[in-house]
Nanobody, 119 residues
């Protein structure tokens, strides 16, 4: 089993920055691929970043590339999402997730943390 707890969300003005953290636990957590997703009201969940615990195989969609940076600290079992140049359309609940490499579906999810960007 893998447990994920996000923190760091909040209210920020357009153009501001936030860093989200995901505390990961579980015996096999570092064998999983980690990701960040977001979901805005009335919209489908969107992938925003993915990474291996080695810090490699990093992917971003075009909507956040150049503004968001995902990273890991394997000594602390933490995954981070540094967000900069935030826009109102980045407003959403952000979720940390984990999946077994080779599987398409993320099977472990945190409870989410709210990010609100004011205009």
């Amino acid at each position: 089993q893998v447990q994920l707890v996000e923190s760091g969300g909040g209210l920020v003005q357009t153009g501001g920055s936030l860093r989200l953290s995901c505390a990961a636990s579980g015996r096999t957590v570092t064998s999983h691929r980690m990701g960040w997703f977001r979901q805005a009201p009335g919209q489908e969940r969107e992938f925003v970043a993915g990474i291996n615990w080695s810090g490699k195989s990093i992917y971003y969609p075009a909507s956040v590339k150049g503004r968001f940076t995902i990273s890991t600290d394997s000594a602390k079992n933490q995954v981070y999402l540094q967000m900069s140049s935030l826009k109102p359309e980045d407003t959403a609940v952000y979720y940390c997730a984990a999946r077994v490499p080779g599987k398409n579906e993320y099977e472990y999810w945190g409870q989410g943390t709210q990010v609100t960007v004011s205009s």
